[in-house]
């Protein structure tokens, strides 16, 4: 079996390193997918802010719709991410971000990522988002989007987000009536430069529509007076 990366990794709990390597996962590692999901879920002390997957969109995914990666210690899976090819709905999310129908199958989702809480701290959601898009190339049709939704106030998700260089274009309601930030990433025209920044308190979600709907797009996070704000921008295209 090819590693697709090889390291080691502190479980948090037991303060002890061991040895890690991400792999691609397939069909066979579902019900251990699903495991470190449920795992996920349970510690969550909010279970609004992860969308969990079901069998059937895994297995969507698994079905070369899509990819999934995960990263295994003492022979454990203990944290995953999926790539997904969506089908063009009306939820599609390069609707969302005012994409024309033409550029839609460009699309693709950063769909969940999950890490066992023992394993947190280790910036392994940041590893595994880099592991998966260099494969990312490996999958049939030609992508120039990459999309994806976080819920408000889910800082850790996205820090993630932020550091892979996405950035907040949208917030709409998803998933039968729940708030979500869009975020995107031209893989093939990223903003270089941003223009007129403006902080804005992470629960003013008013003003921060009103920044979106200006042209503004979130960028990351800021101290304000010892507290985190959103930075919001105008990109220089």
């Known amino acids: 079996m090819e590693f697709l990366y090889e390291g080691a990794i502190t479980n948090q709990v037991l303060h002890k390193k061991l040895p890690m390597h991400i792999k691609r996962l397939y069909l066979e590692d579902l019900p251990a997918i699903e495991e470190v999901q449920k795992k996920v879920i349970a510690s969550l002390a909010e279970k609004e802010v992860l969308q ?46 005012g994409l024309g129908e033409d550029e839609l199958p460009k699309v693709i989702y950063q769909e969940i990522s999950a890490v066992l809480p023992e394993y947190r701290g280790n910036r392994l959601q940041q590893t595994l988002a880099e592991v998966i898009m260099k494969d990312m190339p490996d999958l049939k049709g030609d992508f ?16 993630d987000k932020f550091s892979q260089h996405m950035y907040i274009q949208a917030m709409k309601i998803k998933y039968n009536g729940m708030k979500r930030y869009i975020c995107v990433k031209d893989l093939k025209n990223p903003p270089l430069r ?37 930075q919001f921008a105008k990109p220089v295209l």
Do not use: W
């Open 52 to 97: 969990p997957l079901s069998t059937e969109e895994f297995l969507f995914i698994l079905n070369e719709r899509g990819l999934v990666v995960g990263a295994f210690a003492d022979e454990q899976l203990i944290g995953f991410r999926a790539l997904l090819i969506p089908e063009i709905d009306e939820e599609h999310l390069g609707r969302d971000i």
């Open 144 to 159: 120039r989007y990459v999309c994806c939704t976080v819920a408000p106030m889910n800082i850790p998700s996205l820090k």
């Open 194 to 230: 941003y223009t007129e920044y403006v902080t804005v308190k992470l629960d003013d979600y008013d003003k921060q529509r009103e920044l979106l709907k200006d042209g503004y797009v979130g960028i990351g996070f800021q101290l304000v007076r010892g507290f985190h704000e959103f």
